[in-house]
């Protein structure tokens, strides 16, 4: 079993920036894959970034050259640096991990953290 603790949300002006943490913790032998999505009201929670255990990253074009993603791995640690927010950021910020456990692969999700970016 994994747990995920996210922090770092909260309420900016539009073109301020936030940066959002979620560290690991349990039982895995590797993490690969973190990423962060997001969900804003009635919508589907879609993904905003991607980092790879070999720090390879991938970005959803709304975010690109605003958001940066970065990962710490001796502290099983992934970071989301947002800059110029925009109210269309606003959303539940979700972490995701993908870990394997001897031959099993799992993936686990943070309890999300609310950001909101007012006008």
């Known amino acids: 079993q994994v747990q995920l603790v996210e922090s770092g949300g909260g309420l900016v002006q539009a073109g301020g920036s936030l940066r959002l943490s979620c560290a690991a913790s349990?039982?895995?032998?590797?993490?690969?894959?973190m990423d962060w999505y997001r969900q804003a009201p009635g919508k589907r929670r879609d993904l905003v970034a991607t980092?790879?255990?070999?720090?390879?990253?991938n970005y959803a074009d709304s975010v690109k050259g605003r958001f940066i993603i970065s990962r710490n791995n001796a502290k099983n640690t992934v970071y989301l640096q947002m800059n110029g927010l925009q109210p269309e950021d606003t959303a539940i910020y979700y972490c995701h991990v993908a870990t394997t456990w001897r031959i099993y692969d799992y993936d686990y999700w943070g309890q999300g953290t609310q950001v909101t970016v007012s006008s």
């Open positions: 980092i790879t255990s070999d720090g390879s990253t």
């Open positions: 349990g039982i895995f032998d590797r993490i690969n894959a």
